[in-house]
Nanobody, 118 residues
Framework: QARLVESGGGLVQAGDSLSLSCVAS????????MGWFPQAPGKERDAVAW???????EYADSVKGRFKISRNNSNNTMFLHVDNIKPDGAGTYFC????????????WGQGTQVTVSL
């Protein structure tokens, strides 16, 4: 059974850096595209960063220059590093697996909560 487990969330101050991790199991991680879909309170989940099976990363315009997605296929782990986190960066960050780019994710983690204080 495919499973994604996020970690690294918590309380940070606006302007701080934050690193999240996602450990995959139950599927061939290196063959999958992966992404991060944060959900702010009261809003829809929205893709901010994704990385294909070859390691090529793309970002939403709103986070370019501050977010960095990466992956380590040897230990089935994906990462998100955030610099200068903003108050609207608060929310639940979901790690996702995407079988084909441009399609909806089909594997979801349970999410890790990020709270940003001013």
């Amino acid at each position: 059974q495919a499973r994604l487990v996020e970690s690294g969330g918590g309380l940070v101050q606006a302007g701080d850096s934050l690193s999240l991790s996602c450990v995959a199991s139950g599927f061939t991680f290196r063959q999958w595209n992966m992404g991060w879909f944060p959900q702010a309170p009261g809003k829809e989940r929205d893709a901010v960063a994704w990385i294909n099976a070859n390691g090529n990363a793309e970002y939403a315009d709103s986070v370019k220059g501050r977010f960095k997605i990466s992956r380590n296929n040897s230990n089935n782990t994906m990462f998100l590093h955030v610099d200068n986190i903003k108050p609207d960066g608060a929310g639940t960050y979901f790690c996702v697996g995407i079988a084909h780019m441009q399609e909806a994710p089909t594997i979801w983690g349970q999410g890790t909560q990020v709270t940003v204080s001013l």
